[in-house]
């Protein structure tokens, strides 16, 4: 899987977009993925994929910034 990052600049603040090759959520899951443990991948077998805790980490981070 590859991921890309964008960053620019918009009326004064940074924008940060990123983009990936990984399996598309659906559009009702999108707010829902910045919660802690939260998984696009629905079997919760950990082999597919990490544990939720990257995009609960990153909002965090951004938003003390």
């Known amino acids: ?7 620019s600049r918009q ?3 940074a924008v940060v977009e990123t983009e990936d090759d ?3 959520l659906p559009p ?3 707010e829902r993925a ?3 443990f939260y ?3 629905p079997s919760g077998y950990r ?3 990490g544990i939720g805790l990257g995009l609960a980490f990153v ?4 938003v003390v910034h």
Do not use: N, Y
């Open 1 to 7: 899987m590859a991921a890309r990052v964008r960053l």
């Open 11 to 13: 009326d004064g603040a």
């Open 22 to 24: 990984g399996p598309e």
């Open 28 to 30: 009702q899951g999108l």
């Open 34 to 36: 910045f919660e802690p």
């Open 39 to 41: 998984r696009g991948e």
């Open 47 to 49: 082999a597919t994929g």
């Open 59 to 62: 909002r965090s981070v951004a």
